[in-house]
């Protein structure tokens, strides 16, 4: 592959394929709990699908747009210890807003002017969940490097922006269709099948994205 020459379509193909592959196995341990956590089912799954997705697209739009500025490929900078702090801090965002909500739902029986007191903000949980897809695209691999190559050789920031969107949005394509009917689908099953332990599961759920924002963060796993 050229790495001057390489094309939209080409570059959207190679997010395609990154997207219906490894892409999922490591957006499951974020994405899964959310899902699991908020229930809905499908109907529901783009609150979450949606500020992610277009997080991950900003995120390598951003990398390529700076790759073609710089005329740099960036993948060192990529591996510096902040950028997992970043992803984790997002993570354990999204397990906050995840948890003010649930105590929200469980308080919602006290009178109004006690309610009031620990309404999370509206847009905390959207806002935690488009940084949380901009820290998995800031997570170096090899199909990101190749991107990051052509748009550093390009030498131009608008090429390196439109080959960064086009793989953002061949990345996100598959896994939205995957996690949006067959995880969302699979997560309210399991919610409804296990009703008696509703709470003590959506605790597990925030739980476990503790975990992974505190593994992250102290680069104990990778995305």
Known sequence: MDAVGVSFSAVLLLGLSFGSGPCNIACLP??????????????????????????????????????????????????????????????????????????????STRPQAET????????????????????????????????????????????????????GLGAVIIPAFIFGFAVAHLSQELKNHLSQWRGKLEDFGIGLLVLMGISTALGWISA
Request: glycine share 14%; proline share 6%; charged share 10%.
């Open 30 to 107: 974020y994405l899964g709990p959310v899902l699991f956590t908020r229930g809905g089912g499908v109907r529901h799954a783009w609150h979450t699908l949606l500020p992610f997705s277009l997080g991950r697209v900003t995120g390598y739009s951003l990398l390529g747009t700076l790759a073609g500025a710089s005329g740099a490929v960036l993948m060192d900078w990529l591996q510096a210890p902040w950028m997992r702090g970043l992803l984790g801090a997002a993570t354990l965002l999204v397990a906050l807003a995840l948890l003010r909500k649930r105590r929200q739902g469980s308080c």
């Open 116 to 167: 009031q007191t620990i309404q999370p903000p509206r847009k905390l949980l959207p806002s935690s969940l488009f940084l949380m897809g901009a820290g998995m695209a800031l997570t170096p691999c090899a199909p990101l490097g190749m991107v990051l190559l052509a748009a550093a050789a390009s030498a131009s920031a608008s090429i390196g922006f439109s080959l960064g969107f086009a793989f």
